[in-house]
């Protein structure tokens, strides 16, 4: 199993421009996340998907949107880059709510 | 708010000594709790896990945590530290099983030879 994986791992947008990132699991969870990492300010999650089809808003949802298709995908995109939206982004994805989560690699995002 | 304070953003010890990484929560409700690591250019990984079996719950590499409700903690510790446990460890905390899971903003543990 690959776990989780997460494309691309480092990126370099210019102000306004959109891209998007991708999360793929192959554990057959149900229960998919976006965080964002920044220094001093541990993780903070943008957006989750409680399976196939549904997304919800997390703390920092402003600026993102999120896609869940199929199962073990999870799209993050950003329509209009800023500077602000600078940080690492990491997907995690769990079989229960209350269970561990497990964590990608992580994909380090410039907007300059 | 319900959250989750880790007391220290940087940690060094020698190696060879005791490991000591303080995680309070915000509520006396006994919750999930979990301890995860972060090594550099990598993801979180689990070191451990409460869940109310017992209070002290024992993780990967020689970590361990010991739940208080009483003090509203969930302490991380290892006897005897060793180089390859520099990392950034993050405490995590889920009020119920529908709730979000809220992390610490993370300590930095530094191992000095």
């Known amino acids: 199993n690959a776990g989780v994986t997460q494309t691309p791992k480092f990126r370099v947008l210019k102000t306004g421009q959109s891209m998007t990132l991708l999360c793929a699991q192959d554990m057959n969870h149900e229960y998919m996340y976006w965080y964002r990492q920044d220094p001093g300010m541990g993780l903070r999650l943008i957006h989750y998907?409680?399976?196939?089809?549904?997304?919800a808003k997390g703390e920092v949802p402003d600026g993102y949107n999120v896609s869940r298709l199929k199962k073990q995908n999870f799209l993050l995109g950003l329509e209009s880059a800023a500077p602000s939206q600078t940080s690492v982004y990491f997907c995690a994805s769990t079989l229960a709510r209350s269970d561990a989560q497990y964590f990608g690699p992580g994909t380090r995002l410039t907007v300059l | 708010a319900q959250s989750v304070t880790q007391l220290g953003s940087h940690v060094s010890v020698s190696e060879g000594a005791l490991v000591l990484l303080r995680c309070n929560y915000s509520s006396s409700v006994p919750p999930y709790l979990f301890w995860y690591v972060q090594y550099p250019n990598q993801g979180l990984q689990l070191l451990l896990k409460?869940?109310?079996?017992?209070?002290l719950v024992k993780g990967i590499n020689g970590f361990e945590a010991e739940f208080k409700k009483s003090e509203t903690s969930f302490h991380l510790t290892k006897p005897s530290a060793h180089m390859s446990d520099a990392a950034e460890y993050f405490c995590a905390v889920q009020y119920s099983s529908a709730s979000k899971i809220i992390f610490g903003s993370g300590t930095r543990l530094s191992i000095r030879p």
């Open positions: 998907s409680v399976g196939e089809g549904t997304t």
């Open positions: 409460y869940t109310s079996a017992a209070t």
